[in-house]
């Protein structure tokens, strides 16, 4: 008898189980379509609002790149009318010097630099163009002079003291 009152029991509990898995998936029937229904629209009305921030995005990007390019071609005109001024300013200088008789200021050049030579450079330097010079000096005389004519002495130039 135990065995029978425990199935019973257990059968209630099934059939009350069963009521509400009806009830459940009758409310489930009838929400389901719309709640379905409505993420579509949902799903559309976020393409078409990505769609439209894309455009918007491409729209500013365009208008950021014409104001750069206006920046730039504004800033090569400012620096056009800077050179302009400045040789209109030049310009007018020049004019009112000349016709006011100024003489004119010329710009002075900074010494060229050489560089130094270290002394045994330059005393190997020096005689080497004294032994230039006297051979050419003694060719030259040689040519010039008559056959009779005994050959000058070629000029020896002063040495550096070491």
């Known amino acids: ?3 029978l009152t425990v199935a019973i029991l257990t059968l209630q509990e099934l059939a009350r189980a069963a009521k509400s898995a009806e ?6 029937n009838r929400e389901l379509p719309t709640t379905l229904q409505d993420l ?16 918007s995005l491409q729209s500013a990007r365009s208008v950021v790149q014409q104001v ?6 504004a800033k090569a005109q400012a620096h056009r009318a800077q050179v ?20 004119r ?7 060229t630099r050489r560089p130094t030579i270290s002394p045994p450079l330059a005393q190997a ?8 010079t006297s051979q050419a000096n003694s ?16 000029k020896k130039e002063p040495q550096l003291p070491n």
């Open 125 to 132: 330097n020096s005689q080497a163009n004294s032994q230039v």
């Open 105 to 111: 200021r010329r710009r002075s050049r900074p010494p």
């Open 23 to 28: 009830k459940l998936l009758d409310s489930l």
């Open 68 to 73: 750069d390019q206006s920046l730039l071609e």
């Open 1 to 3: 008898m135990a065995l």
């Open 84 to 103: 302009s001024t400045r040789s209109l300013l030049a310009g007018a200088t020049a004019a009112f010097k000349v016709l006011t008789g100024q003489p």
């Open 139 to 154: 060719q030259t005389n040689s040519h010039n002079q008559p056959a009779s004519a005994p050959p000058q002495a070629a």
């Open 40 to 55: 579509r629209l949902t799903g559309k009305e976020i393409a078409v609002l990505t769609d439209e921030v894309s455009g």
